[in-house]
């Protein structure tokens, strides 16, 4: 798969033209006439991208051009982030293709243009997807996932396919048997990404695209979104479809965006959210208006608003104190913009509510084989954990988690600890909403991970992952978002939680709390390229 991927990397960077974001001469123009200033791709959003083109000073050519070359300088070469898998060999072709559509109509849609960086665990009909295992090398689905469809429809092009913890089984770094080495952090290169979704995050952050997809079963999406000053959200269950994402837990899973900015995320959320005939989760979200999210990016978000400090979510003894101190600072923000904040607010009842919880709840290899078994006309080449045990090809570090799988032999619906697991998540879901409506709360906050990104290889020192327990179980959606740097340049994500489906309050505090703090800045070891 490597040499494949640099081949192709090769082969789309040779048609690359020296000044790759120079301005495209504008028709009727005179010899010598001044142009629009070079289009800067590093930190570009989407309103960038758009501007530029309706303005002239972008082609859809040269953005992909652009962000193939920071491909082959930085995640191959040089600081070598190694946090894609395949980069898409169709993708120029796709480029001049919505620049001919473009020519004749205008955008194809909301997400014209726009290079996305998909995780790979998506199905892709045009890509392998592997869930970063080889035991699934080689196998090319035959449909898109759902939001892999909607994003196309919108105009967006797959630029490449990222690495991921294998089976998204870690929540902590990401590292995969597909792909030689760990995935790093390009804010420093001996620090992990967490993951599951820490391929898409690296390559977001170090601007390998402009936006990413990723899923979350109890993280995936907002750890490695704060471990890479990035955005990030877990919708509410129901709300976004899983269909055509190789599962973790079913049950839990969630799939969506990660962007550098509240407004990216806002733009692709609002393509991939609704109801989906295939994901019968989705059916919580049918007869709902679809709101208009890019109303709530709002300046003024925070005004008013009431957010309630979790600290059951954080608060112990291995709290880092510069996460710690961070966080105070982003308390005083939430204030200084507007909000009441609620220092500290407490769930009644919850160690007895987590004492409902009795015995294991292991739904992987059911919901796993369930699902190879769905895209069995497409040949697989593996249908069951013990094909994939047997076959030796996977990374060690999962050898446990698969043989603990095979050693399942109930269906969750039979397991009495997944029963006892459904009693405590509903009792949690409703002690939230208490929580919540006795003091009008619309979010409670939360530091998204304790402890700074970690080491890599280092698996001794504290990980402070915050976002397993309350977003997870309760099913509630979560949106991370920068709030600064430890260690001078470690960066550190608020985690904001609200009531089921309100994602629009979500994006509204976020993005208030974004402009009025601008924490987000670009890695160092990923430079402009010249």
Same mark, same amino acid.
């Given at each position: 798969?490597?040499?494949?991927?640099?081949?192709?990397? +090769?082969?789309?960077?040779?048609?690359?033209?020296?000044?790759?974001?120079?301005?495209?001469?504008?028709?009727?123009?005179?010899?010598?006439?001044?142009?629009?200033?070079?289009? &800067? *791709?590093?930190?570009?959003?989407? #309103?960038?991208?758009?501007?530029?083109?309706?303005?002239?000073?972008?082609?859809?050519?040269?953005?992909?051009?652009?962000?193939?070359?920071?491909?082959?300088?930085?995640?191959?070469?040089?600081?070598?982030?190694?946090?894609?898998? @395949?980069?898409?060999?169709?993708?120029?072709?796709?480029?001049?293709?919505?620049? /001919?559509?473009?020519?004749?109509?205008?955008?194809?849609?909301?997400?014209?243009c726009?290079?996305?960086?998909?995780?790979?665990?998506?199905?892709?009909?045009?890509?392998?997807?592997?869930?970063?295992?080889?035991?699934?090398?080689?196998?090319?689905?035959? /449909?898109?996932?759902?939001? @892999?469809?909607?994003?196309?429809?919108?105009?967006?092009?797959?630029?490449? !396919? %990222?690495?991921?913890?294998?089976?998204?089984?870690?929540?902590?770094?990401?590292?995969?048997?597909?792909?030689?080495?760990?995935? !790093?952090?390009?804010?420093?290169?001996?620090?992990?990404?967490?993951g599951?979704?820490?391929?898409?995050?690296?390559?977001?952050?170090?601007?390998?695209?402009?936006?990413?997809?990723?899923?979350?079963?109890?993280?995936?999406?907002?750890?490695?979104?704060?471990?890479?000053?990035?955005?990030? *959200?877990?919708?509410?269950?129901?709300?976004?479809?899983?269909?055509?994402?190789?599962?973790?837990?079913?049950?839990?899973?969630?799939?969506?965006?990660?962007? +550098?900015?509240?407004?990216?995320? @806002?733009?692709?959320?609002?393509?991939?959210?609704?109801?989906?005939? #295939?994901?019968?989760?989705t059916?919580?979200?049918?007869?709902?208006?679809?709101?208009?999210?890019?109303?709530?990016?709002?300046?003024?978000?925070?005004?008013? #608003? +009431? &957010?309630?400090v979790?600290?059951?979510?954080?608060?112990?003894p291995?709290?880092?104190?510069?996460?710690?101190? @961070?966080?105070?600072?982003?308390?005083?923000?939430?204030?200084?913009?507007?909000?009441?904040?609620?220092?500290?607010?407490?769930?009644?009842a919850?160690?007895? &509510?987590?004492?409902?919880?009795?015995?294991?709840?292991?739904?992987? !290899?059911?919901?796993?084989?369930?699902y190879?078994?769905?895209?069995?006309?497409?040949?697989?080449p593996?249908?069951?954990?013990?094909? *994939?045990?047997?076959?030796?090809?996977?990374?060690?570090?999962?050898?446990?988690?698969?043989?603990a799988?095979? +050693?399942?032999?109930?269906?969750?619906?039979?397991?009495?600890?997944?029963?006892?697991?459904?009693?405590?998540?509903? #009792?949690?879901?409703?002690?939230?909403?208490?929580?919540?409506?006795?003091?009008?709360?619309?979010?409670?906050?939360?530091?998204?991970? %304790?402890?700074?990104?970690?080491?890599?290889?280092?698996?001794?020192t504290?990980?402070?992952?915050? %976002?397993?327990?309350?977003?997870?179980?309760?099913?509630?959606?979560?949106?991370t978002?920068?709030?600064?740097?430890? /260690?001078?340049?470690?960066?550190?994500?608020?985690?904001?939680?609200?009531?089921?489906?309100?994602?629009?309050?979500?994006?509204?505090?976020?993005?208030?709390?974004?402009?009025?703090?601008?924490?987000?800045?670009?890695?160092?070891?990923?430079?402009?390229?010249?």
């Open positions: 798969m490597r040499p494949r991927l640099a081949l192709a990397l +090769r082969a789309l960077a040779a048609a690359t033209v020296a000044v790759v974001l120079a301005p495209p001469a504008l028709p009727g123009q005179p010899p010598g006439a001044r142009q629009p200033p070079p289009f &800067i *791709i590093e930190e570009a959003t989407i #309103a960038d991208l758009h501007a530029a083109m309706r303005a002239g000073a972008l082609s859809c050519r040269q953005l992909v051009q652009g962000y193939l070359r920071r491909i082959e300088a930085y995640d191959r070469n040089g600081p070598a982030i190694n946090a894609l898998i @395949v980069v898409n060999p169709a993708a120029l072709a796709t480029a001049d293709s919505l620049d /001919r559509r473009y020519a004749r109509e205008g955008f194809a849609g909301p997400l014209h726009v290079p996305v960086i998909v995780k790979d665990n998506f199905e892709t009909n045009d890509l392998p997807t592997t869930a970063g295992s080889l035991a699934l090398q080689g196998w090319r689905p035959t /449909r898109d996932a759902f939001q @892999v469809q909607r994003i196309r429809a919108a105009g967006a092009i797959v630029l490449a !396919k %990222s690495n991921m913890a294998e089976l998204a089984f870690s929540p902590n770094e990401t590292v995969s048997s597909i792909l030689a080495g760990y995935t !790093k952090n390009p804010y420093a290169l001996d620090r992990v990404t967490a599951s979704s820490g391929g898409t995050a690296a390559a977001v952050a170090a601007s390998f695209g402009a936006v990413g997809l990723g899923s979350d079963t109890g993280n995936s999406i907002r750890g490695p979104s704060a471990h890479q000053a990035l955005v990030g *959200i877990r919708s509410t269950m129901g709300l976004t479809s899983r269909m055509g994402v190789v599962p973790l837990f079913d049950s839990q899973d969630i799939a969506g965006p990660m962007g +550098r900015t509240v407004a990216d995320v @806002v733009a692709v959320f609002q393509v991939v959210a609704g109801e989906d005939p #295939a994901d019968p989760a059916a919580a979200a049918r007869g709902r208006p679809m709101p208009r999210y890019a109303d709530s990016l709002r300046a003024d978000g925070l005004r008013g #608003a +009431r &957010i309630g979790l600290h059951a979510a954080y608060d112990t291995t709290l880092d104190a510069e996460v710690g101190a @961070v966080f105070q600072s982003a308390l005083g923000d939430l204030q200084r913009l507007g909000a009441t904040v609620l220092d500290p607010v407490a769930i009644p919850l160690d007895s &509510i987590r004492r409902l919880q009795s015995g294991p709840c292991s739904p992987f !290899k059911h919901d796993f084989e369930t190879l078994a769905s895209v069995a006309d497409s040949r697989p593996v249908r069951t954990v013990d094909e *994939i045990l047997a076959s030796g090809r996977y990374h060690p570090s999962v050898q446990a988690r698969l043989e799988a095979q +050693r399942v032999t109930e269906s969750p619906a039979e397991s009495a600890g997944c029963r006892a697991r459904e009693q405590y998540r509903a #009792a949690l879901r409703v002690a939230v909403r208490q929580l919540m409506d006795s003091l009008r709360l619309d979010a409670l906050a939360y530091p998204t991970w %304790s402890n700074p990104p970690r080491l890599i290889g280092d698996l001794n504290p990980g402070g992952d915050n %976002s397993q327990l309350f977003s997870p179980a309760t099913g509630f959606p979560a949106i978002v920068p709030m600064g740097y430890t /260690r001078g340049q470690l960066p550190a994500g608020l985690q904001l939680l609200a009531r089921p489906f309100a994602e629009a309050t979500l994006f509204r505090l976020a993005f208030a709390y974004e402009q009025g703090t601008h924490h987000r800045r670009p890695p160092a070891t990923v430079p402009p390229l010249r």
